[in-house]
């Protein structure tokens, strides 16, 4: 069988942001980018080969990076005005190892403040760790250390930006890249490809088009979804050669249920930490921020569609037709697999993968945290506040103090009629159940979708890394419209 040639002159058309786009907020960004939304982008680069970011590896147990924030990249396989790091979006991958130290001087050439999350990665929030308190202000550098624990799992985590009320500008812009730690078992693949995901919506300028405050409200979803920063590439493979995805949900705010045409995926890997064996199914469900680690088995030569499906995160049914809409987003293509070469059988799936041991600790502490939507005026945009527990953000205020080698269950329960993914840095939690019946993996994550109406339990060890952080929801509209609340574990 011949695979069908693959047009690269299929137009797309972008458009219908409409005369209700109005420039929100008053950021440097939506300032610059606040122009003519909508126009005509010819996408002629589908069907491109699936690029990979530039990869900096560790060595002797140190790697050193310099990463500068500056608009300008190319995009979807044309010049833009989009953000990137060191000229790219994504940025450059980093590899380390387990017992490696990090050092990351970050560089700001935006019009704005920035600075650096390591999404997921098990490191000190304190001083230049993982602390989303640093605030790297234009034309200023800052020097990041993060020290990584000898006994940290090998997977696949992200960095973005996290500066409060800037988060979903920024990476919307094309702030991301990918941050792996090595090791793990081998595997019998032969590719081991990072697929970062993101969506932004540009104009026929090339300029991130402005976001309505509807769009803040429900959670911005671009119109473009890319694959390492290009519009639905192609993924070669050979039939029975298997190869390891990386799939890291790095949109704003979308929900990825992934589907391959005619495979199924075998799930390896959730946010960083191996399950404890495959699990095969026909799709894997990612919220903002979660990462698959998926081994795919390619077919018979042919293509075959990588797709997102549709998905709503509920409805707000406002007053008076104020505040009121579907989050939901349509299907679309990621990317296609395609396959080439005589037909060959796979070879078998790993029986057993390393996943973590469950923590035995007795739960020593029990909380609740309630995510709220609600009306009021001057409350976020739309009129709309987005709270936990009744406050909004202040990093100023201590949330929660759990002490140091604790381990404590936490009820997350949503009043509102959105759904909201639950992040929280630095330690991660097991589900122990969904209010929906979703079944859970026994292993760690760091993001979870709570559903609407509805609560997750998860249990927590604050066994390692004093320091102060923070939780959010993940649609990053609503975190940088106050849901998000901090964390201090005492030493
Ligand atoms: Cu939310």
Redesign the pocket.
Known sequence: MTPRPISRRRALILGGLGAACLAAGTTGLLAQTASTPGGLLAADTTGEDLPEPQVLDSRDGRLEVALTTAAGVRLAGRDTSALGYNGASPGPTLRVRPGDELTVRLTNRLDQPTNLHTHGLRVSPQANGDNPFIRVDPGASVDYLYRIPADHPAGTFWYHPHHHGLVADQIFGGLAGALLVDGGPDLPVTADRVLLVTDTTLDGDGRVAPVSPMDRML?RQGELVLVNGQYRPAIPAAPGQPQRWRIINGCTSRVLPIRLAGHQLAQIALDGTFLPAPAVRDRVVLAPGNRADVIVRPGTADRYELTAEAYERGRVAGTGGMNRGAARSEPVTLATLIVRGESAAAPPLPATLPAEAPSADPMTGRRQIA?QMGMGMGMGDGGMS?TIDGRTYDPQRDDQTPALGTTEEWTIINTSP?A??FHLHVWPFTVLAHSDGTPTTGTPQDVVIVPARGWVRLRIPFTVHPGRSVYH?H?LD?EDNG?MATVNVRA
């Open positions: 959670g995510f987005f959105l909201h993914p929801c649609i609503h849901m």
